[in-house]
C-alpha cells in the first residue's frame, strides 16, 4: 500500500511476475514522457486499486502500455488523467491473451484516444467512465464486456482519414468493433448497460470492416459478434438493428436513443430496466 503521494518521473513496471497496488487514496504523479505504468513481461499481471494516476506531462505512449502476451491489467477504484494526443490503454496486434479489466475507473483522455485493443483476449469495462476524443474503446480483435449503469464513454472528436497501414482509426465512436483484414479474430462484443456518446452526428457506436485498399465498408456479419441488450446512445449506426440482442429494441428516449427489451417480453421492472423473467 502506497503511504503518501508521490511526484517524479519512475513509471510502475509490472516485472515478471504479477502483484497488487494499492495506492491508498493517494495520488501517484507522473513527471516523465513514456507511461505512467509499464507491463514489461510476458505473463505479468497488474492490479492497481484506490486511487489516481496522473501523468503532468504529454506521454509519448500511454497511460498503460502492454505490448507483451499473456498479461494482465485490472484497475479498481482508480482515476487516470492524462494530457495531450496520448492513448489511454495501448496493446499490440501481434500479442496474445491479454486482459484488461476496469471496475468502478476513469479514464480521463481528454486530447487522445481511450483504450486501442487490437490483440487476442479480452475487455471488461464495469461501472468505468472513459473520456476521449479520437474514440472511447476501439477493439479490432478479442473480446469486450460493457456493463453497469454508471459506465458512461464518450468521445468528443471527429472521424480522421486513415493513412497508416496499422495503428487505431480515428473515427469518433464511444466504442467502435472492428473486423479488420490481417487482425486476429473477434470474440464476442456484449454491451448491456451505460452511456455512450459521441460527437454531433457520429454514431457513438460503430461495427464495420476495413482494410487498408478499400478502407471502411459494411461488415455484414457483426451482428454475430455484437450483442447489445442495454445502454443509451446519442445516436445509433444505420446496421443498429443487426448489433441488438434478440427480443431488445432501440426506441427514442429524450433526445438519444435507447435499447430497450420489447414490451411483449417484458415480465418484471426494476429500477426502470425490464426483465423478461423474475429470479
Known amino acids: 500500500t502506497m503511504l503518501h503521494p508521490y511526484v517524479g518521473n519512475e513509471a510502475i513496471c509490472s516485472g515478471s511476475k504479477g502483484y497488487i497496488l494499492d495506492l491508498g487514496g493517494n495520488a501517484y504523479s507522473y513527471t516523465g514522457t513514456q507511461q505512467i505504468v509499464d507491463i514489461n513481461y510476458d505473463g505479468a499481471s497488474i492490479t492497481i486499486r484506490n486511487g489516481m494516476l ?16 499473456n498479461s494482465s491489467l485490472t ?20 500479442e496474445e491473451n491479454n486482459t ?3 471496475v468502478n475507473s ?11 485493443f487490437p490483440c487476442s483476449g479480452s475487455v471488461v469495462i464495469d461501472n468505468t467512465v472513459i473520456k476521449a476524443k479520437s474514440f472511447g474503446v476501439q477493439l479490432c480483435a ?21 493513412t497508416e497501414a496499422d ?43 476495413f482494410n487498408n485498399t478499400d478502407k471502411r465498408s459494411e461488415w455484414t456479419q457483426a451482428g454475430d459478434v455484437v450483442d ?16 441488438l440482442a434478440g427480443g431488445y429494441e432501440l426506441v427514442e428516449s ?3 436513443w435507447a435499447v430497450r427489451l420489447k414490451e411483449n417480453l417484458r415480465a418484471a421492472e426494476v429500477g426502470g430496466a425490464y426483465y423478461p423473467t423474475v429470479a
Not at 496522473?54 to 502476451?69: E, F, H, W
Not at 476513469?106 to 486501442?116: F, P, Q, R, S, W
Open 54 to 69: 496522473k501523468a503532468q506531462n504529454p506521454l509519448d505512449t500511454a497511460g498503460v502500455s502492454m505490448l507483451y502476451s
Open 75 to 94: 484497475m479498481d477504484g482508480v482515476t487516470m488523467q492524462l494530457n495531450g494526443a496520448t492513448w489511454g490503454i495501448g496493446t499490440n496486434g501481434g
Open 142 to 162: 478479442g473480446s469486450l464486456t460493457v456493463l453497469g449503469d454508471k459506465t458512461s464513454i464518450t468521445a468528443s472528436g471527429s472521424p480522421a482519414e486513415k
Open 254 to 256: 429524450d433526445g438519444s
Open 106 to 116: 476513469t479514464i480521463d483522455v481528454a486530447d487522445g484516444l481511450g483504450i486501442y
Open 167 to 209: 495503428g487505431p482509426i480515428v473515427d469518433g465512436a464511444a466504442i467502435s468493433v472492428i473486423e479488420r483484414d490481417g487482425y486476429k479474430d473477434l470474440g464476442k462484443v456484449t454491451i448491456s448497460g451505460g452511456a455512450f456518446m459521441a460527437g454531433e452526428g457520429i454514431p457513438a457506436i460503430e461495427a464495420y470492416a
Open 228 to 243: 447489445i441488450s442495454g445502454g443509451t446512445y446519442s445516436a445509433a449506426p444505420t446496421n443498429m438493428d443487426k448489433l
Open 100 to 102: 484488461i479489466r476496469l
